[in-house]
């Protein structure tokens, strides 16, 4: 079973699972998302990558400017490792990690949790790509992709005793938008996905295939 269709099957299982009063806030904050046009609106295909200053778990600084200079870069946004959604799709890219640097390309995962979280969720998850702290969604809003939770999702969140702003560093309900791309070493973003629905990621197959392109494209232009 490919990852996409693994992730709708746990999001028909938990939507069915869920009290009608928490299925209704939670139909009602993907509407609002929708409306808002978050995804549509925010970094795409064909834009340039907004610089990034990210911590990994060991207090590290990493640059997006250094990890571009050694080729094509794989850059997910998570939302955390409570979201199963994100969970799974973690595990997803790190097996396809070395498919990924077979390619001569970097895999990086970005999510809003304090270091010391990120290196759990590294341990837990025996991810070996570069898993980086984004406090208080500062990149994820650079790349507008960050959204302020309505008080029906957030009212979700604390009854599964969930405290973002603590988590996040922030002192507002705070959440990037799932995301993935793959950028040229110019910072060109080549592919683009993001969706409101945190439970639609696409197969690391996708991200595989555009790193393709751009290796037979590179070819190409040395001949």
Known sequence: MSLTETLL??????????????????????????????????????????????????????????????GPLVLALFRGDW???????????????PAIEALGATAVGVMPDRREHVVRTAARRSIGYLLLSDPANGYARTC????????????????RGRDFPAQHGDTTWRLPVPAVFVVEPSARVAFAFSDADPSRWPDPEELLASLRKLRDAHAL???
């Open 9 to 70: 099957e746990l999001s028909k299982r938990h939507t069915a699972a869920l009290p009608a009063p928490d299925r209704a806030d939670f139909e009602d904050e993907l509407d609002r998302l929708r409306m808002l046009r978050i995804p549509e609106d925010g970094l795409g295909l064909g834009d340039y990558l907004p610089d990034f200053a990210l911590e990994d778990g060991a207090g590290r600084l990493w640059t997006s400017g250094e990890l571009l200079d050694r």
């Open 83 to 97: 979201c199963p959604y994100c969970d799974l799709t973690m595990a997803a890219l790190e097996e396809a990690r």
């Open 144 to 159: 507008g992709l960050a959204y302020d939770l309505s008080p029906g999702h957030i009212r979700l969140h604390k009854d």
């Open 221 to 223: 232009s040395t001949r």
